[in-house]
């Protein structure tokens, strides 16, 4: 009888540290989806849904997204992958666009702590950087100026949010640069970028390198890595989507 106690107890507590540990693994996936326009120039935002819903992400980075434009038929584009997803989600525009607004958005397994947004410079239209605080860390997503001047100087913005948050960081989306550019450079010194420099842009026959997933330093040696790839989707828009797995080991 001692020893049935015994196993039972000890399968017990194995099973709360699996479970315990499995709440640590995160999925982050950056997707610019173009407004859910494909490479066939058609919109299908049940195509877009069906992109992220095949890799269970835990978060997503979305850039590129109409809120209530005439070019969407005035509907909500976030709302709806939203409802497709079955994710939380949150929408940072960045411009008034087409009798509705352009920009930036977060879905969710788990409901943010807080999110709010700030504006980025961008001389060919304005940028915001939207940060989401959850439980364990904090979510930053970004689609920079296709200028190298206000890409430079978002880097320098995000610095100073980074310096106020105790959490660890993630920042994720679009970031119009290449990997040895001068501001995924300067963002490497406060960031470690964790994605492979692999090509995602355009989504048909990538020949450049935009999108990235990365952590603070800071908090580096809290993350252990585990995988990240880039998803062959060569349809759905005219990026394709990259994916982290890590645990976050506190």
């Not at 039972?8 to 540290?17: G, K, M, Q």
């Not at 090509?199 to 890595?225: G, H, N, Q, W």
């Amino acid at each position: 009888m001692k020893t049935q106690l015994i196993f039972v107890l000890t399968a017990l507590l194995f099973f709360i540290s699996v479970e315990a540990d499995s709440q640590n693994d995160l999925r982050i996936m950056t997707y610019n989806i173009r407004n859910g326009m494909g490479m066939d120039m058609k919109p299908d935002y049940k195509r877009t849904a069906d992109v992220i819903n095949r890799f269970h992400p835990d978060i997503v980075a979305i850039q590129e997204i109409d809120s209530v434009t005439n070019r969407s038929s005035k509907r909500f584009v976030l709302g709806e992958l939203s409802e497709l997803t079955g994710m939380h989600y949150f929408y940072a525009p960045a411009i008034h666009y087409d009798g509705g607004k352009y920009g930036i958005g977060v879905l969710s397994n788990e409901k943010p702590l807080h999110v709010h947004y700030l504006p980025l410079p961008g001389r060919e239209e304005a940028r915001v950087l939207l940060i989401a605080e959850f439980d364990k860390f904090v979510f930053l997503v970004v689609h920079f100026s296709l200028t190298s001047e206000d890409q430079l100087t978002s880097i320098g913005i995000i610095q100073q949010e980074l310096a106020k948050i105790k959490k660890p960081v993630f920042i994720a989306g679009d970031f119009n640069a290449h990997p040895d550019s001068d501001v995924m450079k300067l963002l490497s010194k406060d960031f470690k970028i964790l994605t492979p420099p692999e090509k995602t842009y355009p989504a048909d026959k990538p020949e450049e390198c935009l999108d990235y997933i990365a952590i603070d330093r800071r908090s580096y040696k809290y993350v252990l890595f585990q995988n990240s790839f880039l998803v062959n989707e060569p349809e759905a828009s005219d990026h394709r989507p990259v994916l982290l797995d890590v645990k976050l080991s506190r």
